[in-house]
């Protein structure tokens, strides 16, 4: 068996470990699960979704896992479907009653999801660009959604050695594989997936989150938080550790 699908069997298992564990909180939003100082990409993720899904959208979530992300979805949208490999998140997930008809939950692999070409307009990739080859998940992309569509992610950067590191050391410890860290997307990623839309907006987070804890030692919380976000908006791109995407106006040609 090739090396990624081995990877593969090994993350699904992981995350299939991990669904059963983490606790799910479907009236909250991510923003307000999160410690404050992971929240500013979250925060601009749930103003793009607010602003680019309308309660017309139809919008599948690739890799929801137990929902973090979902709420803000369906918060928008009459018609959202998850789809992710590890059931225990999906179980996890579905057992919130108060989400209502409205989410469709599917266990199916991202890269080859079961639904007819063109039958999304918004496809949303939460933390899941890792997980597939870049270039059969972007063809799924394109496939998946109708002409003028919308893509909207929200995924770590690969560049920065500091977040490098602490990836390395998670892989030695056995919590990563090898092929999904290859895989976590560059600005070379961001750039193949918002080749195909008319109109893209990226936006580059946490690129000091690695300085928070030393920070919080002499000044308060927020004030640490005032100055990360500052320091987002000066440092290069390269740096950050999580990046927003919304590209709209696919220009769809038979692939
Ligand atoms: C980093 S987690 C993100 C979960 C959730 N979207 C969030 O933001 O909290 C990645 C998710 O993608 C799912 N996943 C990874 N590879 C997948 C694949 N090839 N097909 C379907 N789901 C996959 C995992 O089960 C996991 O739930």
Same mark, same amino acid.
């Given at each position: 068996m090739p090396r990624s699908d081995q990877d593969r069997e090994r993350d699904r298992?992981?995350?299939?470990?991990? @669904?059963?564990?983490v606790p799910n909180h479907p009236d909250l939003m991510a923003s307000e699960l999160l410690p404050l100082e992971y929240r500013p990409a979250v925060v601009e993720f749930e103003r793009v979704v607010k602003k680019y899904v309308s309660s017309e959208s139809?919008?599948? =979530? #690739?890799g929801c896992g137990t929902g973090r992300h979902t709420s803000a979805l369906v918060k928008s949208s009459r018609f959202v479907v998850g789809i992710d490999y590890a059931m225990s998140a999906l179980l996890a997930l579905q057992s919130c009653g108060s989400w209502g008809p409205q989410v469709h939950?599917?266990?199916?692999?991202?890269a080859a999801v079961p639904m007819p070409d063109s039958s999304f307009s918004v496809v949303v990739c939460t933390s899941s660009l890792s997980? !597939?080859?870049?270039?059969q998940l972007i063809g799924e992309i394109r496939r998946l959604l109708s002409s003028g569509g919308t893509l909207i992610v929200i995924d770590a950067l690969r560049?920065?050695?500091?977040?490098?590191?602490?990836r390395f050391? !998670? #892989?030695?410890? @056995?919590?990563?594989t090898i092929t999904s860290l290859r895989r976590i997307p560059s600005l070379k990623t961001i750039a193949s997936l918002t080749k195909y839309f008319g109109n893209s907006e990226v936006r580059f987070y946490g690129h000091s989150l690695f300085l928070m804890s030393l920070l919080k030692i002499f000044v308060s919380l927020e004030r640490s938080l005032e100055i990360s976000i500052k320091l987002d908006q000066h440092l290069p791109r390269w740096?950050?550790?999580?990046?927003? #995407?919304?590209?709209?106006? #696919? =220009?769809k040609v038979s692939i």
């Open positions: 298992q992981r995350y299939e470990v991990a @669904g059963g564990r139809r919008v599948i =979530e #690739l939950l599917a266990q199916a692999d991202i997980y !597939a080859d870049p270039v560049h920065n050695p500091i977040y490098q590191l602490n050391v !998670a #892989l030695l410890r @056995g919590d990563r740096m950050a550790f999580r990046f927003v #995407l919304v590209a709209t106006e #696919l =220009e």
